[in-house]
């Protein structure tokens, strides 16, 4: 709608010449090959009257929220008992029930099961069975994960359970194209959470655990993601009592995610199912793991583990196997397996990295040595200990650290792992001066005239507000070879025009960035040409 109608007058008049060549065009206005041979083509007719401008107004659906509307496709729709409110009210709620199903943290809006109540009993929708049947689940799901939290609506708790067992139905074999119908998952598992809130709304406690059981063995890796964070979610720590039956059940769950994630083939890859005992399978390369449908179980695990029950000392245990895993594993595995496991990486790499940075080495220890000889998992290892260091203390305990990684791995020239050695701030605010300093000098030192790295000092040192004081350090990244300054780095002319500049007072500096500049105009830079005629258009002193 904002392509056409927030246009300009001739533009708007091109696209109302194109609708009518559409218009008058018999091949494209009906459709040979649809449900209605020879007949008129639905789509190309509302695309005809979408592309003139003068048919757009805007409307308040039921929430006072301004929508555009196209009154010449909704007198047709009009005429075949279309509801335009109806229609609005769909996708409102629709985008409230999807943003509550995404802040599982946060209550639902009230009344959205009243909302769902109210727009199925109004007029006709326009909308697509399958997308009716996404809403449902949806709402389904944020119905049934905020029954535990305060007055229970019986007849929706049902109603709610109905729909997400129905859901799990075709979830439990799809594997592409699995959308917000993931939250099926989680759904069932608040409900398998709460006993006496099924009992109380009739809901078939039996049916409900085995749905839910074959969810965990999805091939779709969304709905086990859905599924593990409702796990980690309900699970009570006091045990025995309460939250004993939830338990066992979510261990189950755990385990068949886990087992239901064997990988075999070559060439071609199938999953299988991962021998018992898992952990003895896992921790001594036995079995093979397919990264991405395990990779929901890892936070899960570790979010569990504890020495509270033996529940939780079970999830510590199946947690270490993955560990032992990963470790024996994943530098074996090739980059067409490991570039589409990116959630497990990540899974382990935080856990490393949080528990590193509050004073347990171990786990790093390890995890570095097993890495050693591979590049790109170091980094992630790294880059993941940055990520953590988010207050100051944390960042104290980083970089006493980092003198002794960054020695470690100095002579490893891989692009990827020699950023991660330079941590970027996720809070600047928790960083002394002094800690970012030294880390900016060592680094600079081991990666002098290696222009490829230059953008990525420049980042961290404007991070901490460095980037003048500091200037010399990316000079010397970037070395003095115009050429390959100009293929390396994005921010150089940049840079360098703005050392350059007298204001600046930078003078040592700023004689060799003119050099620089310089050179990369003598290469052919324009940016560089165009950086140097701003400089000398500015005022004289």
Known sequence: MAVIVLRYPERQEHYRRTARSLENDP???????????????????????????SNWTFSEDRNGQTVPVNTAVRRIMEQTEFSLETFLGYFSLRDQAAAAAESPESPAPPGLYEQWRALSCGGK???????????????????????????????????????????????????????????????????????????????????????????????????RVALCGEIARGWNKACPGPGRDFHDLALELLTEVIATAGQAGNEHLVTTRIPEPLTDALSTGVARLD?????????????????????????????????????????????????HAKRWRHAHDAVTAAQALDGDRARLNAYLEAFATTPSALAAVLLALAAAADTAERVDTLTCMWSEIMDRFAGHRDRELSVALLPRPVEPASWRSRQAKALARSWSELNTARPVLADHLIAVLTAHGLLMAEAGLVLDVLGDEPERVRYSSTDAVAFLAQVANPTASLPDYGQRAQRLLDGLIATG????????????????P
């Open 525 to 540: 830079s324009r940016q560089a040409l165009r950086a140097q005629q701003q400089l000398e258009d500015l005022p004289g």
């Open 125 to 223: 929708s326009g909308a697509r069975e399958e997308d009716r049947r996404e809403l449902d689940t949806v709402v389904g799901a944020v119905v049934a994960r905020d029954a535990a939290r305060g007055p229970v609506n019986p007849a929706a708790v049902g109603w709610a359970a109905g729909v997400l067992l129905e859901a799990a139905e075709g979830l439990s074999a799809a594997e592409d194209g699995v959308g917000s119908e993931r939250w099926a998952a989680a759904g069932l598992v608040s409900l398998a959470a709460s006993p006496d809130l099924c009992a109380e709304a009739a809901v078939p406690f039996a049916a409900l655990q085995s749905a839910v059981k074959q969810l965990a063995g999805s091939p779709a890796e969304k709905v």
């Open 27 to 53: 091949r494209r206005r009906y459709d040979p090959d649809g449900e209605n041979p020879g007949g008129r083509c639905r789509a190309a007719e509302n695309v005809i009257l979408m592309l003139d401008a």
């Open 291 to 339: 990264y991405r449908l395990a990779a929901a179980a890892v936070s899960c695990l570790h979010a569990l583990a504890g020495p509270e029950c033996r529940h939780s000392q079970e999830a510590a245990r199946l947690a270490e196997a993955l560990t032992l895993h990963d470790r024996a594993t994943w530098a074996g595995r090739g980059p067409e397996v490991t570039a």
